[in-house]
């Protein structure tokens, strides 16, 4: 297992570096990466602005279903953000996005775990509010179905994931979707749990894993390769200067058992993360905790994005 670098649109890995009122602009900003070229592109861009995006591909399209958005424009000089249901598809070949049916009432979210399962995409936790003084935590569970372009129910039993996750990793695997980490309310409440849900028996609940993550966070990313999910980076870490963690954990799916890895050459947070074959892409992230003031060189920043770009590869 290694970590490979894939491409840094900084000259030598510079950062790119927020002001306080800038950290918190939303965009409608789409860029694609093409993996056999390592170019990438700015495509049409979202019909709205958001963050904390629910994003999955399926078949071909890229399904945008709810976020967090600003509570108001021009958006004010802290955080402030609410969800919304806005849903969308991105069609590649048209290069166009296309509205299709909100989320349900009383489910949108933002910063939610989401799995794709055949036609189906499952979104699990997030939340419905961000701002400097509150931020919360959902244990909804919803289905979109990406023939219909409709959103289906969830047997009740499997509706709610045991406790609220936001800011959590995670993925469908087989036909188990697993939520992994993440926070409970507030940014320092993270968690280390893994909770899995089976797909094609639903009737059988949630399930809490006897195997804990070593490291309890929230900000985390990461992606499944073979029988093993791997977990990086995360925010809320006491014991750095940045507040970012650097640690790369590995969850065997089969024994439900951690392994520490190397810890990641560029630590971040609040990326997200893609397996393809048996390597993971990890675009972006921040290098600094969010609205943490740090001073470097006399200047204050509260916080620190970067256009960093790597994957981490995976040896059978």
Known sequence: MKQIFEGD???AGEPLWWNFQERIVS????????????????????PIAVNHPNAAAVNGRIYLLGGLVNTQEPPTAEADWIATGKSYVYDLEANNWTEVASMPNGTERGSSVVGVYGEMIYIAGGMTVLNLNYQDASTTVTAFNTTSLQWQRVPSIAANIPEGRQHAAGTVVGDILYVIGGRW?????????VFS????????GW??????MPTARGGVTGGAVGGSFFAFGGECNPNATNGVFPQAETYDLESREWTRLN???VPRHGTAAVAVGNRIYIPGGGLQQDGVPIERNG???FGQATAHFDAYEVGF
């Open 185 to 193: 309310y507030e940014r320092t409440n993270v968690r280390d749990t």
């Open 197 to 204: 849900l089976n797909l094609r028996n639903q009737s059988t």
């Open 299 to 301: 200047v204050v920043s």
């Open 207 to 212: 399930q809490t894993s006897p195997g804990h």
């Open 263 to 265: 810890n990641m050459q």
């Open 27 to 46: 965009t409608n900003l789409v860029q694609l990466y093409d993996i056999p070229s390592g170019i990438w592109r700015t495509v049409a861009p979202l």
């Open 9 to 11: 649109s900084r000259k």
